[in-house]
T-cell receptor
Framework: NAGVTQTPKFQVLKTGQSMTLQCAQDMNHEYMSWYRQDPGMGLRLIHYSVGAGITDQGEVPNGYNVSRSTTEDFPLRLLSAAPSQTSVYFC????????????FGPGTRLTVL | AQKITQTQPGMFVQEKEAVTLDCTYDTSDQSYGLFWYKQPSSGEMIFLIYQGSYDEQNATEGRYSLNFQKARKSANLVISASQLGDSAMYFCAMRGPTGANSKLTFGKGITLSVRP
């Protein structure tokens, strides 16, 4: 199993550009989520999904869109990048039916100039 | 709403000694889970240990144990026999009941440095 994979690992954007961060998991997990990590802030939830076709907002959803067309994939779209979106982005997946931990991808370091 | 508080400044411990990392939480849910994650300098998030709110015994995973005091709403991580590889950022997190509350709420983290 590859676990949770994220691409790209690093990305530099200019203000106003759009892009999609890719996330995939091969563990057949129902639950997937996106977090951003900023210095001194811990991880904050952006969006999450409890199954294909179902998504919901987290703590900091503004400026981001998600969709979940398959169990495996959960892409995060930045519609018009802003410097405030410079961060490290983590995708995670887990089983919704148990109270166990989520598995995290390796992260994407995004810089918006 | 769920809240996790980690207020310790950077922690230092001598190799082979034990260290306790503090975590307090707040929630109105009766059923919840508590987690600790390790983030080394390489950046990945590594799941360490889990404690369910109805578990009567403290969770243990190798050198990691979770000191769960429900009445005090604390879930401290104890690392025994510290190793140099334990130097990392440690995050406490919680989730509510299954379903829509599956999301994790994280604390701001604690930096642990292990001295040789």
């Amino acid at each position: 199993n590859a676990g949770v994979t994220q691409t790209p690992k690093f990305q530099v954007l200019k203000t106003g550009q759009s892009m999609t961060l890719q996330c995939a998991q091969d563990m057949n997990h129902e639950y997937m989520s996106w977090y951003r990590q900023d210095p001194g802030m811990g991880l904050r939830l952006i969006h999450y999904s409890v199954g294909a076709g179902i998504t919901d907002q987290g703590e900091v959803p503004n400026g981001y869109n998600v969709s979940r067309s398959t169990t495996e994939d959960f892409p995060l779209r930045l519609l018009s990048a802003a410097p405030s979106q410079t961060s490290v982005y983590f995708c995670a997946s887990g089983e919704q039916s148990t109270m166990m931990g989520q598995f995290f991808g390796p992260g994407t370091r995004l810089t918006v100039l | 709403a769920q809240k996790i508080t980690q207020t310790q400044p950077g922690m230092f411990v001598q190799e082979k000694e034990a260290v306790t990392l503090d975590c307090t939480y707040d929630t109105s849910d009766q059923s919840y889970g508590l987690f600790w994650y390790k983030q080394p300098s390489s950046g990945e998030m590594i799941f360490l240990i889990y404690q369910g709110s109805y578990d009567e015994q403290n969770a243990t995973e190798g050198r990691y144990s979770l000191n769960f005091q429900k009445a005090r709403k604390s879930a401290n991580l104890v690392i025994s026999a510290s190793q140099l590889g334990d130097s990392a950022m440690y995050f406490c997190a919680m989730r509510g009941p299954t379903g829509a509350n599956s999301k994790l709420t994280f604390g701001k983290g604690i930096t642990l440095s292990v001295r040789p």
